[in-house]
């Protein structure tokens, strides 16, 4: 764990859900697990505050806990994650994944469950439901059949799954720690390892959610009445009591690689190729495990079957775009003496055809260096002089930037001699790119980007907090007046109460913070691809 990954952990964790939970967190990635007391002790931190910021993150899965280091009896220790903590920076677009292929109902369960960090069915559907009939029309509702057709439409394409029991997130069975609804208790499962992932995508069969969803409460509804509302709701049983779901961030993972996939055949080959693959990915997602490299086996007669309707192309010719896809890197393999054809996921081929590392070296350096690099990574291994010859720069030029590179570590210098004694006039030098280390400096540079992007974005909220405030406040005001039926001369005194120079401030503050969270969105795509090459090449 680097340095850059804790500021921006620490970063995230202030963002969404407070300071005190942000010094328990970054203190736990930075010591390692320790136990109740030692956190409380050396955070200077009320045990009541690191109790309630613990059920925060262990709530959000970003911590876990089990038994002490000297065994059975010792004290709980609690251990952060800083993988699941980074996960929080690409919650928009798990978001906007499940609203582009569910719509804005699956939009909204997905919100509410990373929100959460996990919740029943029943609660999810009554909220869904809820939110969206008070954003229709007057004397209209959301049936919540329609929110369990989308939950279920979601869980059995495992982006949603079950919630594993506490024994199998490393819990010893002798831990005093009482089971809580943020980490419900359940048996370690002794079920054969298919049934335990049939049963994480299985809904309970006995869950009874039935109506239609209720507009929010009156500002005039007092408090009594809003807790007896509250209890009445809560004690009614689903059937799913204990059965939690969360977000399976591994299952997006696998979609957003298979749109690169596909997005990189279409731009090599055409969009033809790109819909066959789209078709072999959609045929085999649910039965392809997530860290896969390959997909299952699919016969050409199962892809052919499966093509959509408007692509009416003939059985020859779908054989040979599979053909053609064979001989691709990034396309399908056809095994030896097996009449079926699987297609992997070269994230490698997929990183170089994306010109990841070759547009950041041309952003930084200039297209020059940018040629130097490129012809590096084609030929491997090249002399100083090749360099010039090869890229067509003058030799004092073609030094500077290749030192350059090398100062960055972009570029690494390897020593080839003709003699054991090393000497410098016997001994060749070889400029290569060694793309893992290079892809992990780049990976430890869009940390730090994007951690300047958040702190910029936070000084700018600060800088303008009180403008921000009167905004709100008035907003508030005109939707509570549209609500009674107020007349437009008093809606516009309202309005005029934000001065033009306040209103052109707020504008331009409005674009500036819109253009952070897009650039932030755009370097954790690039995160990700840097992310999927390092983990494709521990699974070698």
Known sequence: MTAQEVRLCGLLLQEHFGEVVERIGTHLLRGGAQNLRTIANETNTPLDLVKKSLCVLVQHGACDFGSGRRGPGSPVEYRASCERVLRVLRYPRYIYTAKTLYGDTGELI????????????SNTVKTVADRLTHNMEEGRSMEYSEVVSAFSKLVE????????????????????????????????STAPPTAEINICYTLACCVCVAG????????????EQRGGKKAKMDSESCGDEGIYWLVNFERFHQHFRDQAIISAVASKLDQTSSEIVRTMLRMSEVTTTQTAAYTQPLSANEIFRSLPPNYSISRPILDQYLSLLVDDPVGAD?????????????????????????SVVQERFGSRSARIFRLLLRKRHLEQKQVEDFAMIPAKEAKDMLYTLLSENLVQLQEIPKTPDHAPSRTFYLYTVNQLPTARLLLQHCYKTVANLIERRLFETKENKRLLEKSQRIEAILASLQASGAEPEQLTEVEEMITAPERQQLEALRHHINKLDSTENQVDETVFLLESYIFSTKTK
Do not use: N, W, Y
């Open 334 to 358: 056809s095994p030896p003496h097996i009449p079926t054809l699987t297609i992997g996921r070269s994230i490698a081929e997929l990183t170089l055809d994306q010109a990841t590392l070759e």
């Open 212 to 223: 239609r969803g209720k507009r929010r409460r009156s500002s005039d509804d007092s408090e």
């Open 110 to 121: 997905v919100e509410e469950v990373l929100q959460r960090g996990h919740m029943t069915m």
């Open 157 to 188: 394409t495992h982006f949603l799954q079950r919630c594993p029991p506490v024994a199998e997130m490393g819990t010893a069975a002798t831990s005093t720690t009482p089971a809580t609804p943020s980490t419900p208790a359940a048996p370690a």
